[in-house]
Each structure stands twice: as structure tokens, then as C-alpha cells.
């Protein structure tokens, strides 16, 4: 059974910051791409940034437009986690924010890694509110 649990949400104040977590378990950690995506109310699923665990240092990392030079996607493999750190947040930023795995493959696309339909696993989420 395959679960990925997401903490770290919470609200702030526009240009603040926040670390969101996501654990992984349940399956082979090493050797996938693992995003972060966001949700607001009435949206679609929008892929904030992707990183691939696989290799032995940190690869195949994008990042929405949006969030460049404000957000970093880390990983630490030892604990099978991927982290999210939010810098400078703006109240557009405020979203439910979900990760998401994909399956076993050799880098995330750099054009493609926003497709929702390519993750199998998700996580249930974390608010995140900038006031």
C-alpha cells in the first residue's frame, strides 16, 4: 500500500515562509519523480515543482514559473522524504497543497512533469493561507 503524508501547512503573513514535508512509504522510494502540486477552490491540480529521487545527488528538478526564486524542492532520501520550502510567500500562493509520485522511470520530463494523469500516488494534503 503505497502513502505519501504531507505536513508543514499552516498561515502566514505575505513574506513569510513555510517547509512543507511529504513521506513516503509503502513502496520503492528511490528512483521516482515526486511533485508537489496545489489546488484552490474551483482549479485544476497546478505542478508547483518535481524532483527526482533516483541517482546520488538530487536531479530532474523544475519548478512552475510561479514559485521560481521563491520555492526549493529537497530530498532526503534516508528518510524517503521530499520537501517544499516556501519563501516569500504572496497570498496567491494560498492553495491545498498535495505531493504526488509517479512510478519507477530514469528522470522527470522537463516538459511533461506537470501531468497529473502520470502521478499514482498522492498524498491527502496540506492547507497552506498567506494573508
Known amino acids: 500500500h503505497v502513502q505519501l503524508v504531507e505536513s508543514g501547512g499552516g498561515s502566514v503573513q505575505a513574506g513569510g515562509s513555510l517547509r512543507l514535508s511529504c513521506k513516503a512509504s509503502g513502496y520503492t522510494y528511490n528512483g521516482v519523480c515526486m511533485g508537489w502540486f496545489r489546488q484552490t477552490p474551483g482549479k485544476g491540480l497546478e505542478g508547483v515543482a518535481v524532483?527526482?529521487?533516483?541517482?546520488?545527488?538530487?536531479?530532474?528538478?523544475y519548478y512552475a514559473d510561479s514559485v521560481k526564486g521563491r520555492f526549493t524542492i529537497s530530498r532526503d532520501n534516508n528518510k524517503n522524504a521530499v520537501y517544499l520550502q516556501m519563501d516569500n510567500l504572496q497570498p496567491n500562493d494560498t492553495a491545498v497543497y498535495h505531493c504526488?509520485?509517479?512510478?519507477?522511470?530514469?528522470?522527470?520530463?522537463?516538459?511533461?512533469?506537470?501531468?497529473?494523469?502520470?502521478?499514482?500516488?498522492w498524498g491527502q494534503g496540506t492547507q497552506v493561507t498567506v494573508s
Open positions: 524532483i527526482f529521487t533516483g541517482g546520488p545527488t538530487p536531479s530532474s528538478i
Open positions: 504526488a509520485a509517479q512510478g519507477r522511470a530514469t528522470g522527470c520530463g522537463r516538459y511533461s512533469w506537470r501531468r497529473v494523469a502520470d502521478y499514482s500516488s
